[in-house]
């Protein structure tokens, strides 16, 4: 049997398939990040009633999503990346629709469910793929890449959907904008996307040594190295659960914040696009970086940046302020967002890389559920949205000293630090 060749240019078709199925599955989630929180404000009057309500679309999304990263991972090892992709997409074609005729909150909670089931199927599959066919010392470059194009996709459509909104009305504009989305990224799943789970054999990393053929792990061994006992993944996992927290708090409370102090969509659409547009940008510089220069020390930075640009956004005032701050937020989850998934693929064997990366994504994608409930309590508890702020930027400096402190250095030509 001939080997797969490995390496981004040997494989660089399905590598442009995989990074459009990502941008694909960003424009899916930017496409409600805008609107839901506006039309939570302007007909159903949850803002008004209680934070913790209003979060509760973004606690189901991160519950669904994280559960579904940690499936997606497993079951791709046994039926295939593909399949897992195309179920991904299925799963998302009634949420336009959901949204489109809801007459209450809880049928936007439905929709996020289902939206987390496609987040959580179509993202790690997209990632997970490239992986399968990318060396070692291009790592970095593949995640930056990875989620330049899925990043840039949730700015796009939260700028896209804010005028196409305006123009149309909020739930039709979204309607119009998701059906072309969902049935883009299905056709291409189908007649377009390849299987890629040949390239996981052991001989086809190049990373592996002799003699590391061993049984794979089961699921709860995996589970409890990920989560606890090896001390670099769960400094890891722990900081991958923690930057959720600023992603949920711009999703929720930002738009909220902002449309309180009597900002139009649009503009609040070009604050948040801001965010993911430089989050998205600089993941091409970052990425390739950590290649050149390891991955921890930007994962540390990042987290600190971002509790710094979290802050500036109680601090600050005006849209060149919010926007400015928006900016450095998003800067700092580029450091850290393709580095921290980095370091969980160097240090996992490739039998089990699937695995360890719907893992890894399990506790990161629950920090939406973790993050929303605790900047919600804080936001109560405090009587102020400036409260929820704080809570993420206090997480963000704590979860930083940790991971510097139980973290390492993990890139593979960092051997002294191995």
């Known amino acids: 049997m001939i080997e797969p060749q490995i390496g981004i240019v040997a494989n660089r078709n399905q590598f442009a398939h995989q990074l459009l199925q990502v941008l694909l599955v960003g424009l899916t989630l930017g496409m409600v990040r805008t609107v839901v929180p506006a039309l939570a404000e302007s007909e159903f009057d949850v803002a008004r009633g209680s934070i913790l309500l209003l979060s509760s679309f973004v606690v189901a999304f991160g519950l669904v999503k994280g559960v579904l990263n940690f499936v997606a991972g497993r079951l791709s090892e046994r039926v295939g990346r593909k399949p897992v992709l195309l179920a991904g997409w299925v799963a998302a074609f009634p949420v336009p629709f959901l949204i489109y005729f809801a007459p209450n909150w809880s049928w936007i909670v439905a929709a996020t469910v289902l939206l987390g089931v496609n987040q959580g199927l179509c993202w790690s599959m997209s990632q997970t793929a490239k992986l399968d066919f990318t060396r070692p010392d291009q790592r970095g470059l593949t995640l930056g890449l990875n989620e330049f194009a899925g990043y840039a996709g949730v700015a796009a459509a939260g700028i896209v959907t804010a005028y196409l909104t305006q123009g149309l009305g909020m739930r039709t504009g979204l309607l119009v904008f998701g059906i072309a989305v969902i049935a883009a990224g299905t056709l291409l799943t189908v007649f377009g996307v390849r299987e890629t789970l040949q390239f996981i054999r052991p001989s086809a990393d190049r990373s592996r040594s002799p003699g590391q053929d061993e049984p794979l792990p089961g699921t709860w061994e995996v589970f409890a190295l990920m989560s606890w006992r090896d001390r670099r993944m769960a400094a890891l996992s722990q900081a991958g659960l923690v930057e959720k927290f600023v992603d949920a708090l711009v999703w929720v409370v930002l738009p909220v914040h902002l449309f309180a102090k009597g900002i139009p969509l649009p503009q609040i659409g070009w604050i948040a696009g801001t965010y993911g547009v430089v989050w998205g940008l ?137």
């Open 282 to 418: 600089a993941q091409l510089l970052t990425g390739p970086l950590s290649d050149r220069i390891g991955r921890h020390l930007l994962n540390v930075g990042g987290m600190w940046v971002c509790a710094f640009g979290t802050s500036l956004m109680v601090l600050l005032e005006g849209f060149a302020g919010w926007t400015a701050s928006a900016a450095l937020t998003g800067f700092g989850m580029a450091m850290l967002y393709p580095n921290l998934s980095a370091a969980v693929a160097d240090i996992a064997e490739p039998t089990w890389r699937g695995s360890a990366i719907g893992i890894y994504r399990f506790w990161r994608d629950l920090g939406y559920a973790v993050g929303a409930l605790g900047f919600g309590l804080a936001a109560s508890l405090a009587g102020t949205l400036d409260a929820a702020f704080w809570f993420v930027a206090g997480s963000m400096l704590a979860s930083g000293a940790m991971l510097a402190l139980w973290g390492g250095e993990s890139h593979p030509g960092f051997a002294a630090h191995r």
